[in-house]
């Protein structure tokens, strides 16, 4: 023990980058010790598939509000690059710690197992690690029957208040002493990103304005890729990184619900609730990361096609709806959840491609990639779970419902918007003389469709309806069922609320 070495308590910041409603903060802040915020930028995360720049940059935005916040009481969150037990034994040659605070992350497997090896040094190295639950998700649930009652208590909980007092802080002075023994970290940004910013004060501009006025159209433009984009609150990525908890955002819900916008704000909360379900979820079946949750669905083998999947993630298909939806996903990070369903069961359907060739690109793609919502999702619109109705997307069908005026597919397949509505949702109907007409060659000026649909859709129906059948189908469904959606209302979450 170096008794000469002051003793400190650690907040080790992950995805719960705000100041109030945290656990760590509130808890580390109770002790008589003084206490220093960390995040660490660690390279094998950097370095994985599902991450990309638009996720560290978003958390660089995150730690940057952060810091306007610490510098009034002349602190700020100490940044390093390098891997968590490394970054721990860098600071121990300063300080002696404590308590190391953080919240209990529902991650990727490469996160849990680099938890438990930190679980091993901390018990070496005589650290105490205090993990809290995030957002009412619990570890070590063998079933549901009683979830949904414990996470509406923690909702309805009083949040946590963070006092900050200069004193009980390491100094800006001390910190920028620490950061010369490790990789620095540049916090900027790219200034004109089309991606929404990251941080707290962000997330209430956003929440704000969804509930004094945007919420208002929200269940009429949910599953409408333009107008969701102003109608939906547009707070996943903040609730996905933790610039605010969800806690804070249900009861904020609660607060604004009046007579003339239940519906509506009803709408949004059971949606904080089926986050939080999926998660859970996750939670309690890691392995849905690599493998099917039903096993009886391992057995399904699909032919790898190149070809289908780079055009695909290129957005040239040959179907307006699917490219317009992917090329607005790379460019922004954000697409409304329809239009996530739909890419998805086109990539797994119609292009008969394994949902897990899919995942990496996605998630790269989601400003808020969230691991526990986004491999149930992926596998429930896969239609490879036995518990939920297979929804094979019509493209065009969406198209007509939900983009009638075209105006999502004029912005993202500007070569299309020259031409009548009528073809802009089905160009390939095109005869020869109309391509001449509208000075426009199918094949040139925009693919031909990689597929034929119809064939496709009732290739993959027949199939995964037949699977359903399976006698090991059925008995992982039984045990899905049993140990997930034990209640009615969580049944109801999972069936109705995935439009």
């Known amino acids: 023990m170096h008794t000469n070495k002051e003793e400190i308590q650690v907040v080790w910041f992950k995805r719960d980058l705000r100041l109030q409603d945290n656990e760590a903060i509130y808890n580390a802040l109770q002790t008589n010790k003084r206490v220093l915020f960390m995040y660490v930028f660690e390279p094998s995360l950097i370095s994985d598939p599902h991450y990309d720049d638009r996720h560290w940059n978003f958390i660089k935005e995150s730690i940057e509000d952060l810091n306007k916040d610490l510098k009034i009481y ?267 369903a739909m890419l998805v069961s086109f990539f797994t359907h119609i292009l008969w491609q394994p949902w897990q060739a899919s995942s990496q690109h996605l998630s790269k793609l989601f400003l808020d990639f969230e691991p526990g919502i986004h491999f149930p999702q992926l596998q429930m619109n896969a239609g490879e779970t036995g518990i939920n109705l297979v929804r094979i997307y019509n493209p065009i069908k969406n198209s007509l419902e939900h983009d009638e005026d075209a105006v999502f597919i004029k912005k993202w397949c500007p070569e299309l918007a020259h031409l009548p509505i009528s073809f802009i949702h089905e160009p390939y109907l095109m005869t020869p003389l109309d391509q001449q007409f509208n000075n426009f060659e199918l094949g040139v000026n925009y693919p031909k469709p990689i597929v034929d649909i119809k064939v496709a859709r009732k290739k993959a129906s027949d199939v995964l309806w037949n699977m359903k059948k399976n006698k090991q189908v059925r008995l992982e469904s039984n045990r899905i069922l049993k140990k997930h959606l034990l209640s009615k209302g969580e049944r109801l979450i999972d069936s109705n609320n995935s439009e």
């Not at 650290?127 to 649930?141: F, P, T």
């Not at 946590?160 to 002493?177: D, G």
């Not at 023994?181 to 900027?188: C, K, P, R």
């Open 74 to 340: 002349n602190s700020k969150v100490l940044c390093v690059q390098t891997e968590v037990v490394t970054a721990f034994n860098q600071l121990l040659e300063t300080y002696n710690i404590a308590t190391v605070y953080s919240h209990q992350e529902t991650g990727l497997l490469k996160t849990y197992n680099r938890d438990k090896e930190f679980t091993r040094y901390c018990r070496n190295n005589s650290i105490a690690w205090l993990e809290n639950n995030n957002n009412g998700v619990l570890r070590g649930l063998l079933n549901r029957e009683d979830w949904f009652e414990k996470w509406e208590d923690y909702m309805y909980a009083a949040q946590f208040k963070t006092v900050l007092q200069s004193e009980k802080l390491l100094t800006i002075e001390e910190i920028n002493k620490l950061e010369n023994y490790f990789n620095s970290v540049n916090l900027e940004t790219p200034k004109k990103a089309p991606f929404q910013k990251g941080g707290s004060r962000m997330a209430w501009r956003y929440a704000n304005t969804f509930f004094d006025d945007r919420h208002k159209k929200y269940m009429s433009h949910i599953s409408k890729p333009a107008l969701a984009r102003e109608s939906c609150s547009r707070l996943s990525p903040y609730i996905a990184w933790g610039n605010v908890s969800i806690r804070q955002i249900y009861q904020k819900a609660q607060q604004h619900k009046n007579a003339q916008n239940k519906k509506h704000l009803s709408a949004f909360s059971s949606r904080l609730r089926w986050q939080a379900h999926f998660i859970q979820k996750f939670e309690m079946e890691h392995t849905m990361e690599n493998a099917s949750i039903n096993k009886g669905f391992q057995k399904l083998k699909k032919s790898i096609s190149i070809e289908y999947q780079n055009a695909w993630e290129k957005g040239l298909t040959g179907f307006p709806l699917i490219d317009a939806s992917m090329r607005c996903l790379t460019e922004t990070g954000y697409l409304n959840f329809r239009m996530r």
